[in-house]
């Protein structure tokens, strides 16, 4: 299995408050994304990276931000969360965008109540 | 816009049947597809990737298809086993997208059966 870590596993929060997922991989890839997994949507991209401090959007990064100061860390912020963000987050991982083959890892499960 | 659609969304089958999953996709200018199993609970977990130029590619009791003309890739299982039950998605990669994009379909979710 690819080296790939994300925390916490299982977390509940308030509306309103900010909240913080952490990706971790020991594999040296370039490249990482967040995805977010709801029953009905499937999973959809919310932010990835091309490399340390490059970031971009993907289809659902509305009340999302992401930072990468470190080639093996990737992070999810939800400013300031929302019951929609109820969902499952995973983070993938890709050596280039050549060989492509994503990699994820075991997910966060996030309650906004 | 890429959609990717997966059918049938459920099977169950019997202990030992061969199988298929069926995965189709509307824009066919892909680079490549790749078939992951999601166990409940867990994260994906990357079968196979086919790239654009490829027709096939097979993993042990695992085959899978690409028909780019066609918009279609099949996952075929070869004597299945409890084991194999999962949710399989497939995930599809569009020419163009540097950053390694994967549009996903929603899933097959298979149980075999003793």
């Known amino acids: 299995d690819a080296g790939i870590t994300q925390s916490p596993r299982h977390k509940v929060t308030e509306t309103g408050t900010p909240v913080t997922l952490r990706c971790h991989q020991t594999?040296?890839?370039?490249?990482m994304y967040w995805y977010r997994q709801d029953p009905g949507h499937g999973l959809r991209l919310i932010h990835y990276?091309?490399?340390?401090?490059?970031?971009d959007k993907g289809e659902v990064s509305d009340g999302y931000s992401v930072s990468r100061s470190k080639t093996e860390d990737f992070l999810l912020t939800l400013e300031s969360a929302t019951s929609s963000q109820t969902s499952v987050y995973f983070c993938a991982i890709s050596e280039s965008w050549e060989a492509s083959e994503q990699y994820f890892g075991p997910g966060t499960r996030l309650t906004v109540t | 816009k890429q959609e990717v659609t997966q059918i049938p969304a459920a099977l169950s089958v019997p202990e030992g049947e061969n199988l298929v999953l069926n995965c189709s996709f509307t824009?066919?200018?892909?680079?490549?597809l790749q078939w992951f199993r999601q166990d409940p609970g867990k994260g994906l977990t990357s079968l196979l990737l086919?790239?654009?130029?490829?027709r096939e590619q097979t993993s042990g009791r695992l085959n899978a298809s690409l028909d780019k003309s066609s918009g279609r890739s099949t996952l075929y299982i070869a004597a299945s086993q409890p084991g194999d039950s999962a949710t399989y998605l497939c995930a599809v990669r569009r020419w163009g997208t540097s950053y390694g994009k994967l549009t996903f379909g929603q899933g097959t979710i298979l149980t075999v059966h003793p």
């Open positions: 594999e040296n890839h370039r490249y």
């Open positions: 990276s091309y490399g340390v401090k490059d970031t």
């Open positions: 824009d066919s200018a892909i680079y490549n």
């Open positions: 086919i790239q654009s130029s490829q």
